[in-house]
């Protein structure tokens, strides 16, 4: 059985920088596309980041463009998370995520292979 394992979270300053890995193992994904969501405690899940497999097209959500990039290594069925410029309200468990089909990048409900997630906390 394919799984997903995120790991790089911890703990940073304000202003820092962390890089998440995610990588399946089991198996390969076989995904369409991989993407990172974030969650607080009793908050829904919430899109970060997206890549399409085949051509690497990226998208982002308003919140990260500019600090976050997104990557991929098809290779190793990997995909990676690099977070710049952190903020306090960067804070979250950090999931990825895997799909097999096209639709809203941004809605979770595409995704049907998450990892455990990793923790992020950023000091202020």
């Known amino acids: 059985q394919v799984q997903l394992a995120e790991s790089g979270g911890g703990l940073v300053k304000a202003g820092g920088s962390l890089r998440l890995s995610c990588t399946a193992s089991?198996?390969?994904?076989?995904?369409?596309?991989m993407a990172w969501f974030r969650q607080l405690p009793g908050k829904e899940r919430e899109f970060v980041a997206g890549?399409?497999?085949?051509?690497?097209?990226?998208w982002y959500s308003d919140d990260v463009k500019g600090r976050f990039t997104i990557s991929r290594d098809n290779a190793n069925d990997a995909v990676y998370l690099q977070m710049t410029s952190l903020y306090p309200e960067d804070t979250a468990v950090y999931y990825c995520?895997?799909?097999?089909?096209?639709?809203?990048?941004?809605?979770?409900?595409?995704?049907?292979?998450w990892g455990q997630g990793t923790s992020v906390t950023v000091a202020s």
């Open positions: 890549i399409r497999r085949s051509d690497g097209a990226v």
């Open positions: 089991g198996g390969t994904s076989s995904s369409y596309g």
């Open positions: 995520a895997s799909r097999r089909s096209v639709g809203n990048v941004f809605q979770a409900s595409l995704y049907s292979l």
